[in-house]
């Protein structure tokens, strides 16, 4: 079992349309990332969150440390949104951790005009 | 400020052949981080350098991959004898610190032929 699950793998959607991705982790962690992959493209940093709730535009990511759970939140999705989603975490500070990051599979996320 | 450079984007090498992967950290970064995405797969962790040091490599293959990342210069992954299964997109990320955000590279597309 990985350590951080995605789901779902795949979400197609409409225009406007709200859309909820979530992630599940199964170790400790320091922080949990939000990454967008464009096709063939870099990796962006969406969010790095250790608790609560952040907001950036049309975007929030929520994180609930006790149940292991985060989610990514767009409002008003667009087509430019469509892209992969990736959530990873950044376990616990060990002597050789440092940043490194244990991702999820990762969500397509397809918005269709 | 520049992001995270890596070159070149994209790399073809034959059978056997080395590739030479760099990666530019930002600017006032240390740590180093490479990483591993397959065809239709998630990203892996590789390597965690600091700079003259590695870190941490369990993620490395034990054979023809080797990384460094000294005083002076790039970071650079090394890979011997590329074989096809070694076609993947390399991301390289940097952050200043320990458990601080990680700032991603373009990546490169290796394909091996």
């Known amino acids: 079992k990985n350590e951080v699950e995605q789901s779902p793998q795949n979400l197609t959607a409409q225009e406007g349309e709200f859309i909820t991705i979530n992630c599940s982790y199964s170790?400790?962690?320091?922080?949990l990332h939000w990454l967008q992959q464009h096709p063939g493209g870099g990796i962006v940093s969406l969010f790095m969150l250790s608790s609560g709730k952040k907001k950036h535009g049309r975007l929030i990511a929520t994180i609930n440390i006790q149940e292991k759970h985060s989610s990514l939140h767009i409002t008003a999705s667009h087509p430019r949104d469509s892209a992969v989603y990736i959530c990873?975490?950044?376990?616990?500070?060990?002597?050789?951790?440092?940043?490194?990051?244990?991702f999820g599979e990762g969500t397509q996320l397809t918005v269709n005009p | 400020n520049a992001g995270v450079m890596q070159n070149p984007r994209h790399l073809v090498r034959r059978r056997g052949q080395e590739a030479r992967l760099r990666c530019s950290p930002m600017k006032g970064h240390s740590h180093v981080y490479w990483y591993r995405q397959l065809p239709e797969e998630g990203l892996k962790f590789m390597v965690y350098l600091q700079k003259e040091n590695i870190i941490d490599e369990s993620g490395m293959p034990k054979e023809r991959f080797s990384a460094e990342f000294p005083k002076e210069g790039p970071s650079i992954l090394r890979i011997q004898q590329v074989v096809r299964g070694d076609s993947a997109a390399y991301f390289c990320?940097?952050?200043?610190?320990?458990?601080?955000?990680?700032?991603f590279g373009q990546g490169t597309r290796l394909t091996v032929v």
């Open positions: 990320a940097s952050s200043p610190s320990v458990n601080t955000e990680a700032f």
């Open positions: 990873a975490v950044t376990p616990h500070p060990r002597e050789t951790s440092g940043s490194r990051l244990t």
């Open positions: 170790v400790g962690i320091s922080a």
